[in-house]
């Protein structure tokens, strides 16, 4: 990106101060965002300098990847007409209803309530949602656990073995997350929410993208209970059926789940900053993102963000493991997940709806701000991320239990029918309750976002500099 200006001032990653060449004036506090802004490319910092704010993913990548997105949409539909088709003119006369279909239609429900639940008290009391996560999450798969082994066969052994190692190690990280970790988290979720002080018109954007996850989980529902009612020689590819609605609803649902977040965190920024609200409010916050160019970055990074996000968490879990003797591990899986983090990251969303840059642009500009503030760390193992996880995994854990409970009640002829739908119901209360609690999730990342811009932004308080303070206290004892 070409800058104009003088000779560029040295810049120092511990304290983010910027000497020039000749003494100044001391700045205001947004005039050390712009100088910020200006030396992001700096080579002292470790970046180099891109043609323009689309960097390496230009805008033809970004108009592709939503052509694809919408195409994958049309897809889904016509392989729900077929899927109906077939199940009409084609019906397994073993199939009940009330045994598949109606348990997964619950499951869509179910989940907007979970997750209106955990928005609700998030927003109300932010430390009482983090600590009921931390500990409802291994609670509940347990109690799922109970129902998929209750179908009694080799495969719901090995999936209900599977929940229990995982329900031990949610409750390993629940007694680990304690201390200033969970203070400093309960204390940003908070801070932020109530900075951001989102407009009313953004509560009823949100809930009309409810309404339309709703509406797609609606179809989802129909075309994966379908699979199950129809039969003859076309269901000979049951399984290529099954994984690609599995596939579309896991990016579907990402893609709205980026879509609110970046939509909240415009104007949460545009309030942590300036301490106004965004010009055209919620709708134009909104309206923007879903017509603007940033959408095709939204279903881009929809796809890259969890991937990393699922190989960065494998790294430092074989890391917690060998406790750090594992050679391979410490020199080249947690150094390659650093570096793909440096790369894909979450927060760069934040920059992608607020200053139109592509997505990878937008979070490796974000992640060297955060090396930049010496943050990094901090903005990384931050809880807030964590609840917003494991508020899922309850919300999808519930739905699996009621769904599955339902439908070994409805059929106990065929129990093995039962697996499926507690599975399938499982991803419906995940991926829904991810999507929304991606609200409160964006307000803490522009909060973030803004004191790496400025950390000495009259609007964001002592706050995260209080907890680099009190960690640096705890590394030195």
């Known amino acids: ?37 200006e030396q992001m490319y700096s080579p002292a910092f470790g970046n180099i300098a891109v043609p323009d704010s689309r960097g390496c993913c230009s805008g033809f990548t970004s108009s592709v990847t939503k052509v694809v997105f919408i195409l994958h949409l049309l897809a889904f539909i016509a392989l729900t007409i077929f899927l109906g088709v077939q199940a009409s003119s084609h019906q397994n006369p073993t199939y009940k209803p009330f045994a598949n279909f109606i348990p997964l239609a619950s499951s869509v429900i179910i989940s907007i309530i979970v997750g209106c639940f955990w928005v ?11 600590k009921t996560s931390l500990w409802a999450a291994p609670f509940l798969a347990l109690a799922c656990d109970v129902v998929i082994l209750l179908v009694g ?11 229990v190692v995982v329900a031990i190690a949610m409750s390993l990280y629940s007694c680990w997350a304690t201390g200033p970790r969970l203070q400093h988290a309960t204390a940003v979720l908070a801070t932020s929410l109530r ?46 059926y ?17 879509f609110v977040y970046v939509a909240v965190a415009k104007l949460a920024h545009t309030r942590l900053v300036y301490g106004v609200r965004m010009p055209g409010g919620a709708v134009e916050a909104f309206c923007g993102t879903i017509t603007g160019p940033s959408f095709g970055d939204i279903c881009m990074g929809a796809v890259a963000v969890p ?65 930049l503030r010496g943050i990094s760390k901090l903005v990384d193992s931050d809880l807030t991320g964590s609840f917003c996880f494991l508020s899922a995994v309850t919300g999808g854990a519930l739905a699996s239990l009621v769904a599955g409970s339902w439908a070994l009640a409805m059929d106990k002829n065929h129990k093995e029918l039962a697996l499926p739908v507690a599975i399938y119901a499982f991803l419906v209360g995940y991926y829904m309750c991810r999507m929304i609690i991606a609200w409160p999730q964006a307000c803490v990342a522009a909060y973030h976002v803004a004191y790496a811009e400025n950390p000495q932004n009259p609007h964001l308080g002592t706050l995260i500099l209080d907890h680099l303070h009190e960690l640096q206290a705890l590394a030195a004892d």
């Open 1 to 37: 990106m070409a800058r104009q200006g003088g000779s560029v001032g040295e810049i120092t990653q511990a304290g983010g101060s910027i000497a020039g060449a000749a003494p100044t004036p001391a700045a205001s506090p947004h005039q050390v965002a712009v100088e910020i802004n």
């Open 153 to 163: 066969n080799g495969a719901a052994l090995g999936i209900g073995v599977l929940i």
């Open 242 to 258: 099954v994984a690609a609605l599995l596939v579309s609803m896991a990016w579907t649902m990402q893609v709205l789940r980026y």
């Open 307 to 371: 991937v990393i996000a699922a190989v960065r968490s494998l790294a430092r879990a074989i890391n917690a493991v060998t406790e750090g003797n594992d050679e391979f591990c410490q020199g080249c899986c947690l150094a390659v997940s650093d570096k793909l983090m440096g790369r894909v990251n979450r927060w760069g969303f934040v920059h992608v709806g607020v200053r139109g840059k592509a997505f990878c642009v937008a979070s490796r500009d974000v992640w060297s701000l955060f090396i």
């Open 195 to 240: 900075a951001a002080h989102l407009p009313p018109t953004a509560s009823c954007l949100v809930v009309f993208v409810i309404l339309a996850a709703f509406g797609y989980m609606s179809f989802w529902t129909v075309a994966i209970s379908c699979i199950a009612a129809a039969e003859g020689h076309f269901m000979d590819f049951k399984m290529a």
């Open 120 to 130: 609700i008290l998030a927003v109300v009391n932010p430390p009482k949602a983090i």
